[in-house]
Antibody, heavy 115, light 112 residues
């Protein structure tokens, strides 16, 4: 059974940082392209970042509006993908999902940015 | 960025009816390899989105055949024949042909 479990969310003040983790099982993680997607309080879905697999040199792409603040990474030995979020803004408040190429999604983790 | 416009925003149906949702793109979604990377998702209340259809018309594993995706270029449709209670929720279209990938605004399917 495919499983993706996000952790690391919470309440942070504007300007602070947070690192999300996504632990996976049930599929061959080392060849999987992984994504982070978020859902705003208004239910809008927004693709944030993708990291490809080793055969594609772990190519990374970002949504322009988070480039330079968010960093996606992976650890194939732990079947996990991460999202480091720096200089957080109130508009980053959302549920954050990791997905395996959009095929399977985790349950999501809430990030609230507020003073 | 590619804008995906879904209509209607909400749809009230009777169980057993057919439902139809439209997704119109601001640009053609045909990729240079000839494929069209258009997906449909359903988000049930309190759950994560789940994949229904990929590449316009291919049903994902375990998706019932009452879900039918069609379309080409810029116009796409998801039809649900014989709506069942577990089909209620919000439907999203999604394109990965152009960077960045983008979602439609969603269509809420509810009971009349």
């Amino acid at each position: 059974e495919v499983q993706l479990v996000e952790t690391g969310g919470g309440l942070v003040q504007p300007g602070n940082s947070l690192k999300l983790s996504c632990a996976t099982s049930g599929f061959t993680f080392s060849t999987a392209w992984m994504n982070w997607i978020r859902q705003t309080p208004g239910k809008r879905l927004e693709w944030l970042a993708q990291i490809e697999d080793k055969s594609n040199n772990y190519f990374i792409s970002y949504l322009e509006s988070v480039k330079g603040r968010f960093t996606i990474s992976r650890d194939d030995s732990k079947s996990s993908v991460y999202l480091q979020m720096n200089n957080l803004k109130e508009e980053d408040t959302a549920i954050y999902y990791c997905t395996w190429a959009g095929l399977y999604w985790g349950q999501g983790v809430m990030v609230t940015v507020s003073s | 960025d590619v804008v995906l416009t879904q209509t209607p925003v909400s749809l009230s149906v009777t169980l057993g009816d057919q439902a139809s949702i439209s997704c119109r793109s601001s640009q053609s979604l045909v990729y240079s390899d000839g494929n069209t990377y258009l997906k449909w998702y359903l988000q049930k209340p309190g759950q994560s989105p789940q994949l229904l259809i990929y590449e316009v018309s291919n049903r994902f594993s375990g998706v019932p055949d009452r879900f039918i995706g069609s379309g080409s270029g810029t116009d796409f449709t998801l039809k649900i024949s014989r709506v069942e209670p577990e089909d209620l929720g919000v439907y999203y279209c999604f394109q990965a042909t152009h960077d960045p990938p983008t979602f439609g605004g969603g269509t809420k399917l509810e009971l009349k």
